[in-house]
């Protein structure tokens, strides 16, 4: 009786030592990442529903916002360029639509998720004084502030296809 008591006291010991089993550690980038996906996707909506009191507004965009626009040789711009760029757009063209849009997270220098968002996509839309239809295929990558706000949207895409009309 001894024995089996003490073997119950060992077991019930090894039993209550064992460790939890680990969890896997919470990816806090990732986390970011997919906050700022929801937040690139409703500033891309206001675009595209020709929103700009919301497009413009701080609700996405920082402080010290920085504009990288496609053009060769062009360095990075302040915000009012690139807002006096984007009220063109939004004028010169109706029925903006991102099709086919992928988010990825973009990656630091060890190609690990910093947080920020890379888009790749086609922007469908239609001059505004012709109806004829427009495509560009489009890469942006929007790097976001410590308060989940634009910072720098860089982007690129072949500005001759701005030119080009489609039936």
């Known amino acids: 009786m001894k024995k089996l008591s003490l073997l119950f006291i060992v077991t019930v010991f090894l039993v209550g030592c064992e460790q939890a089993p680990k969890q896997a550690p919470a990816n806090s ?3 970011t990442f997919n906050t ?9 909506s206001s675009f595209m529903e020709n929103d700009s ?3 413009f507004s701080d609700k996405y965009i920082g402080k010290d916002f920085m504009w990288s626009p496609p053009a060769v040789g062009m360095d990075s711009l302040p915000r009012v360029q690139w807002e006096g760029a984007f009220k063109g757009f939004m004028v010169n063209y109706d029925n903006k639509m ?3 849009a992928q988010y990825y997270a973009a990656l ?7 947080g920020n968002v ?5 922007w469908n839309s239609t001059f505004a004084e012709t109806g004829k239809k427009s495509m ?5 990558v929007f790097r976001y502030d410590s308060e989940g706000k634009i910072a720098h ?10 030119s080009k009309e489609f039936d």
């Open 29 to 31: 980038k990732m986390e």
């Open 36 to 44: 700022n996906v929801a937040t690139t996707k409703a500033f891309l």
């Open 53 to 55: 009191i919301t497009f």
């Open 98 to 100: 991102l099709m086919d």
């Open 108 to 114: 630091n220098e060890k190609n690990l998720p910093d």
């Open 118 to 122: 890379r888009v790749y996509g086609t």
């Open 136 to 140: 560009l295929k489009w890469y942006a």
């Open 153 to 162: 949207y860089m982007e690129w895409y072949d500005s001759a296809d701005l």
